[in-house]
């Protein structure tokens, strides 16, 4: 089974600076994708990035870049200059890659807010 | 933008009715998922469905079912809804974003249930 752990239920960050945001997984798969989603307090799942298991380089994706670490299965978002349109939740994910379904299992989240 | 709708947004209804929620796609995927969504736990897996009449359960799937009888909708409905359904409901599809696999949400349905 899998499990995606966030640590941080809530993190400020001062506008323009750059913030980090947690994630660590478990799984026995060898082939696996890690996302990160947004959430605003409108309420919509807006897709992020992605880093597949077997990529060498890791992910970015304009302002958000993911931290993928393997071999300490952790994943984590880094959020550089922050905007205060950056206030949200964010929700670390992954998918098994080897199944046909490949649904995604989410951790707790995160609440960013960013301070003007 | 992945043509996603949810009917209804919001809904109050009381412990022991039953209730559906409506997910609709315009765009001819053939992987739909519904989530709940609490606090403290993210986004869980209720059921999916990989065709017409084709549908698995997931992680929280007791008291709910699920039917799918043509490509573009997705039925979620909880036969005798109890407190505990009370939640946040998520359709999504399976898609490409940019050449990644993903999976896009609609915008999510506010049950309560009384």
């Known amino acids: 089974a899998q499990k995606i752990t966030q640590t941080q239920p809530g993190m400020f960050v001062q506008e323009k600076e750059a913030v980090t945001l947690d994630c660590t997984y478990d799984?026995?798969?060898?082939?696996?994708?890690l996302f990160w989603y947004k959430q605003p307090s409108s309420g919509e799942m807006i897709f992020l990035i992605y880093?597949?298991?077997?990529?060498?380089q890791n992910a970015t994706e304009g302002r958000y870049s993911l931290n993928f670490q393997k071999a300490r299965k952790s994943a984590n978002l880094v959020i550089s200059a922050s905007q205060l349109g950056d206030s949200a939740m964010y929700f670390c994910?992954?998918?098994?890659?080897?199944?046909?379904?490949?649904?995604?299992?989410f951790g707790s989240g995160t609440q960013l807010t960013v301070l003007p | 933008d992945a043509g996603i709708t949810q009917s209804p947004r919001h809904k109050v209804t009381e412990t022991g009715t039953p209730v559906t929620l409506r997910c609709h796609q315009t765009?001819?995927?053939?992987?739909m998922y519904w989530y709940r969504q609490d606090p403290g736990h993210g986004l869980r897996l209720i059921h999916y469905?990989?065709?017409?009449?084709?549908?698995d359960k997931g992680e929280v799937s007791d008291g709910y079912s699920v039917s799918r009888s043509k490509t573009e909708d997705f039925l979620l409905t909880l036969e005798s809804a109890t407190s505990s359904q009370t939640s946040v409901y998520f359709c999504?599809?399976?898609?490409?974003?940019?050449?990644?696999?993903?999976?896009?949400f609609g915008p999510g349905t506010r049950l309560t249930v009384l």
């Open positions: 999504a599809i399976r898609g490409l974003a940019g050449g990644t696999d993903t999976q896009y």
């Open positions: 799984t026995s798969d060898q082939s696996y994708g």
């Open positions: 880093q597949g298991s077997y990529d060498e």
């Open positions: 994910a992954m998918r098994d890659l080897s199944g046909s379904a490949r649904q995604l299992t």
């Open positions: 765009e001819n995927h053939r992987y």
């Open positions: 469905s990989y065709g017409v009449k084709d549908t």
